[in-house]
């Protein structure tokens, strides 16, 4: 492809995204090494993950689909109320997967990151754990990184793929104001706003509740998400808290106070409460974590530093659509540097200006989706949560009217904004579809 052999790119955050970007770059003939804080990258963090149909797409463009071992497919949604009142049932995911040959998969965030991991050419010497990113020196040439370990890592370009608490985010932050000021303010306490706190858990053998539904039982104040396969189920229990920036670190008596306190909510059908639920989840694996909503101003910094993922934009799990869009953005920069590097002659690396262009570009790309995505999760939340008497009017009332037909709704309008999922532009790849068509396609193998 023409691209410089010098070039190197460090991520920051073996993650779901920092692991897809690797991908990326791998079949983009790119050199990389990731580097990431703790011990393992494969590692019981969190439960239940969503998969949407256009990263199932980009899962299967660089061949990991299929190594992700435990695959929950769901069919129908039902909405409740915690005192059991059903509000509604409909089959959402049959619906996507009649418009995209992909089914929503659930699965868990460990068996994602195996999957990416191990499918990851050269992971074993190219992902460096104990690895903690805390400083980064500029150079007219790249970036040093340096570790808390006290090692440096030399490379043309740093990625910050190190979550909503990003150190990278941190570093940037720094660097603009020693270059004289900036003004986005992009440091914790102004860009991601905890307003909710939830807990991710997992039951193994959910036996006696009815596989295929994703229950969504709802109160003024707390929403509880439930997936349900034949041997698995996850879920997700948020309460809505009072604004505040910076982070708490919950310990295991913490996450079962919080849980016990919300036992009496009834989750499913048949007073199937909150507690019966807790009673059978594994305590090893569930956790107790803020969940933030916010969107970075700037993402990148001097053609060298930019942030990709959760460091970038922050939304709740109602949505299912975290990783989805750290995916998407994953996909639009590694479409852009190919793109650069593959117009690169000769051997010499991009110019700092060039590499600061393409951010840009990879910026103005992703931004409005990115703020339409945080805008859409801070609607869905007062709604689904009852957050004001207009949010408890539309959930309770208004969609739940006889001649409001939610499936034709979702494909008007949810099915046309999931087809324009990117991909990446280099890998050839045909993938599947169905009644929608997706608007950005690449070639197949043969007219490459
Ligand atoms: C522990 C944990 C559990 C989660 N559980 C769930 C879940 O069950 N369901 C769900 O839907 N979402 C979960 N999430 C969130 C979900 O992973 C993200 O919202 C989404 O997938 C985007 O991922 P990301 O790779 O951008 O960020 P993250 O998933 O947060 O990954 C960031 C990675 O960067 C590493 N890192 C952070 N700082 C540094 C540093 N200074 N140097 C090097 N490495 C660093 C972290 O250890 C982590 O591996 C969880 C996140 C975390 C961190």
Redesign the pocket.
């Known amino acids: 492809m023409g691209a410089s052999t010098t070039f190197k790119v460090i991520i ?7 692991l897809l970007m690797a991908h990326a770059l791998s079949r983009a003939g790119v050199d990389f090494v990731v ?4 011990d393992e ?1 494969v590692r019981h ?6 998969l949407m149909p256009g990263l199932v797409r980009i899962l299967d463009q660089i061949g990991v689909l299929e190594h992700i071992k435990r695959q929950v497919f769901l069919r129908n949604k039902m909405d409740l109320v915690t005192n059991g009142t059903v509000l509604q049932q409909w089959p959402l995911f049959d619906l996507v997967a009649e418009a995209f040959g992909y089914r929503i998969i659930q699965t ?2 460990k068996d994602v990151i195996e999957a990416l991991f191990t499918t990851l050419p050269g992971h074993s010497e190219r992902v460096k754990t104990a ?4 400083k980064v020196d500029l150079r007219d040439d790249g970036v040093t990184v340096h570790l ?1 370990n006290g090692a440096t890592v030399d490379g043309s370009i740093l990625i910050g ?8 985010r941190q570093i940037m932050q720094q660097l603009r104001e020693e270059a004289g000021g900036s003004a986005a303010v992009d440091d914790d306490a102004t860009v991601m706003e905890r307003r909710f706190a939830g807990i ?1 858990g997992r039951v193994d053998n959910p036996v006696g509740i009815a596989p295929g539904f994703f229950y969504e039982s709802r109160e003024a104040g707390f929403l509880m998400q439930m997936s349900v396969g034949d041997d698995v189920l ?1 879920y ?1 229990l948020l309460r809505h808290q009072l604004p505040s920036p910076g982070r708490t670190r919950y310990t295991a008596e913490e996450c079962d106070e919080f849980a016990k306190a919300l036992a009496h909510l009834q989750i499913a059908p048949l007073g199937l409460t909150f507690g019966d639920i807790w009673a059978r989840t594994d305590k090893e694996t569930a ?1 107790l ?1 803020d969940q933030q909503q916010g969107c970075a101003e700037k993402w990148h910094h001097g053609g060298r530093i930019v942030l ?4 970038q934009l ?1 939304v709740t ?1 109602e949505s ?1 659509a ?2 989805m869009a ?1 995916a998407y953005s994953a996909v639009q920069l590694a479409n852009e540097l190919q793109d650069l590097l593959s117009k690169q002659s000769g051997p010499g690396q991009p110019s700092a200006s060039d590499l600061d262009a393409a951010f840009a570009r990879y910026q103005v790309a992703r931004m409005p989706a990115s703020k339409a995505m945080l805008e859409s999760d801070i609607a869905r939340l007062d709604q689904s949560m009852w957050g004001s008497w207009k949010g408890w009017l539309m959930d309770r009332w208004v969609v739940r009217m006889p001649w409001v037909d939610m499936a034709k709704i979702f494909k008007t309008r949810a099915i046309p904004r999931m087809a324009g999922a990117p991909v990446l532009r280099y890998v050839p790849f045909e993938g599947k579809s169905g009644t929608a068509e997706w608007q950005i396609k690449v070639p197949r193998v043969e007219a490459l």
């Open positions: 920051a955050g073996a993650g779901p995204v920092g580097l990431e804080e703790q990258v963090a969190g439960a239940g993950i969503a868990s965030r690895s903690k990113v805390s808390a793929c190190d979550g909503v608490h990003s150190r990278t991710y996850w997700v956790v974590v990709v993922g959760d460091s922050k799990s299912g975290g990783f750290g």
